[in-house]
């Protein structure tokens, strides 16, 4: 059964304050990793897939990389309008898109 | 924006009332998926839908039924609601052909059973 963990749960920032989040998983073989926003009483945003071991995205001041276990959301500088909830998700075997979702991470950036 | 429409977008109900939630899309995705969002669990799948009529089971899918008669249509219908079901409940397509393609949500419905 594939498993997510990401962690912390949560994370307070001051703005400009770079850091990383965390998001680990156990899978039967990697078939990728997707990370989302979400700000509250919206859904999901979707942000990068990642589908093999080395592979970076970037976008704005976010940053995903993916090695064999893990991923890291690496945000530089960030801002108040950063804030939100960020998940990570692994695809199902087979030909369905079913994603295992990590329960996420709230961060807060302090201006 | 991946042309996702959830209605309603907050429901009040009784214990033991049937209540259905609608998911419309506008763009003839094939797969289409009811999730369910609570403190402490993340993002847990209810059932998907691979086409018209055609539909399976997610981790979470005892108490809850789907149907799709149009492809532009995925109906979740909590037969009897239970307080347990209180939740905000999210549709979501794959906007891919191919396998492993992320997932495009709507913005939820907030279901509270009383």
């Known amino acids: 059964e594939d498993q997510v963990t990401q962690s912390p749960e949560a994370l307070r920032l001051q703005e400009g304050e770079s850091s990383s989040l965390n998001c680990s998983y156990t899978?039967?073989?990697?078939?990728?990793l997707f990370w989302y926003r979400q700000d509250p009483g919206k859904g999901p945003e979707f942000l990068f897939t990642?589908?093999?071991a080395g592979e970076e995205k970037e976008k704005e001041r976010l940053k995903a990389t993916l090695t064999k276990k893990e991923s890291f959301l690496h945000i530089t500088a960030p801002k108040p309008e950063d804030s939100a909830t960020y998940l990570c998700?692994?695809?199902?075997?087979?030909?369905?898109?079913?994603?295992?979702f990590g329960k996420g991470i709230t961060l807060s950036v302090r201006p | 924006d991946a042309g996702i429409t959830q209605s309603p977008r907050h429901k009040v109900t009784e214990t033991g009332t049937p209540v259905t939630l609608r998911c419309h899309q506008t763009?003839?995705?094939?797969?289409m998926y009811w999730y369910r969002q609570d403190p402490g669990h993340g993002l847990r799948l209810i059932h998907y839908?691979?086409?018209?009529?055609?539909?399976d089971k997610g981790e979470v899918s005892d108490g809850y039924s789907v149907s799709r008669s149009k492809t532009e249509d995925f109906l979740l219908t909590l037969e009897s609601a239970t307080s347990s079901q209180t939740s905000v409940y999210f549709c979501?397509?794959?906007?891919?052909?191919?396998?492993?393609?992320?997932?495009?949500f709507g913005n939820g419905t907030r279901l509270t059973v009383t």
């Open positions: 839908s691979y086409g018209v009529k055609d539909t």
């Open positions: 998700a692994v695809p199902a075997f087979g030909a369905n898109s079913k994603l295992t």
């Open positions: 979501a397509i794959s906007v891919l052909s191919g396998i492993n393609s992320p997932l495009h």
């Open positions: 990642l589908y093999s």
């Open positions: 899978v039967s073989g990697l078939r990728g």
């Open positions: 763009e003839n995705h094939r797969y």
